[in-house]
């Protein structure tokens, strides 16, 4: 399966739309895009994952590998995973790869585009919730992540 990967802009965040297959020959080309973007000067990047079909560990290792890069240089990185059941949701195989993992409470996870681009857009100071650790939110997203409130749990 090839994988295909789009870019649009809003605002201060780049948006990757990838879909396909994100496994051990197509991973390398997502590192290479997130680098590129940053490399740019673009330090806020949401992730849409809703059109990826298949997911293995070398892919979830981009990901994670992704979210380390942009806090290290002061950015956020968001994932959008459609929740469950929703129309929008083609492929809820990416979300239960990473709650498999143990690794979903890394990310910030919203359910489309411009819900990830609009929260936090504005302050364009919020860092993203807990480090690498696993200290702080479970799981971050929607109205007020990251300012202290509740966050929404996306299961």
Known sequence: MEL????DVHRSWTVLLIRGELDLV???RVRRRVHEVVARGRHDLVVDLS????CDSSGVGVL???RRLLRSCGG????ILPEPGTPDEAYPHVGRV??????????EVYGDVPEAVAEG?????????????GAGPAVTGGPGAGRGTVPRPRM
């Open 121 to 133: 857009d504005a302050d364009g100071a919020e860092a993203g919730g807990e480090g690498l650790s």
């Open 64 to 66: 994670i590998a992704s």
């Open 76 to 79: 956020r990185l968001r994932l």
């Open 26 to 28: 197509t991973s390398p």
């Open 98 to 107: 990473l709650a498999a993992l143990g690794v979903r409470r890394l990310f």
């Open 51 to 54: 059109g990826v079909r298949f």
């Open 4 to 7: 295909e990967i789009d870019e």
